[in-house]
């Protein structure tokens, strides 16, 4: 809408001379096919947090204001609900129609924490478990998954690794591989989550 609007303002700046109408009317196409194209690329997220102390938190929503930033549609999950994220997932528009059948780009970005000796966030258990027992075709589903951990541990982000291999074991594709955080360093987990969603932006 936006896109056709500005396409017909500067349509409108019609020139006189004729050579001018045409570069004006090429420039207001390419404009008008540049937000038609932007629109087309963004991506719907479900960010999936898994946190114990509420420090995943925090990545979580960072990672939600830059996504959002670039121009996708997000929903953060801070009690995880499988069913509640598989109809966000699979949302039907106002025609009725699958929204994965308009080629929604759709999106899990999972952020969780790595708790006892290697075990999942009591937040993220039920999702997890919903999951393993879900039968639900989830081949249209991309993934990306941020492991926070301590490297002192053996079990180094255990949860993060193990929710990576449930998704691809039904059949969601991997779009970047897992990205580890190690919390035994000093370093700002927040801030690199987001330098690595802009470093992967095309991937998105
Ligand atoms: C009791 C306890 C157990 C932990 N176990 C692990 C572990 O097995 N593997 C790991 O990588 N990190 C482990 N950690 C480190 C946490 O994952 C890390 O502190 C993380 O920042 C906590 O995130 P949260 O605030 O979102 O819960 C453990 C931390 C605590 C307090």
Redesign the pocket.
């Known amino acids: 809408m936006m896109a056709k609007c500005l396409g017909k303002f500067i349509y409108n700046l019609e020139p006189v001379k004729k050579h001018k109408t045409f570069f004006y009317h090429t420039l207001s196409n390419t404009i008008a096919s540049l937000f038609i194209f932007k629109n087309e690329c963004m991506s719907s997220f479900q960010i999936i947090v ?8 925090y ?1 979580g929503e960072a990672c939600e204001e830059t996504l959002t930033e670039l121009g996708h549609n997000v929903e953060i999950h801070l009690k995880p609900n499988l069913k509640m994220i598989l109809e966000s997932t699979f949302s039907e528009n106002s025609d009725g129609k699958s929204s994965d059948n308009l080629l929604k780009n759709n999106i899990w970005l999972i952020c ?8 999942y ?1 009591d937040n993220i258990k039920q999702f997890v478990s919903d999951l393993d027992h879900c039968s639900q075709d989830l081949s249209t589903v991309n993934f990306l998954t941020i ?13 993060a690794k193990s929710i990576t291999k449930l998704l691809k074991t039904k059949g969601c594709n991997e779009i970047a591989a897992i990205k580890a955080f ?2 035994s360093l000093d370093i700002d ?1 927040e801030d690199l989550a987001c330098q690595w969603l802009l470093v992967n932006k095309d991937l998105l």
């Open positions: 898994g946190s114990m102390l509420g420090g995943t938190e990545v969780t924490s790595t708790h006892g000796a290697g075990d966030p492991g926070i951990g301590d490297s002192s541990y053996d079990t180094y982000c255990k949860a190690d919390m987990p």
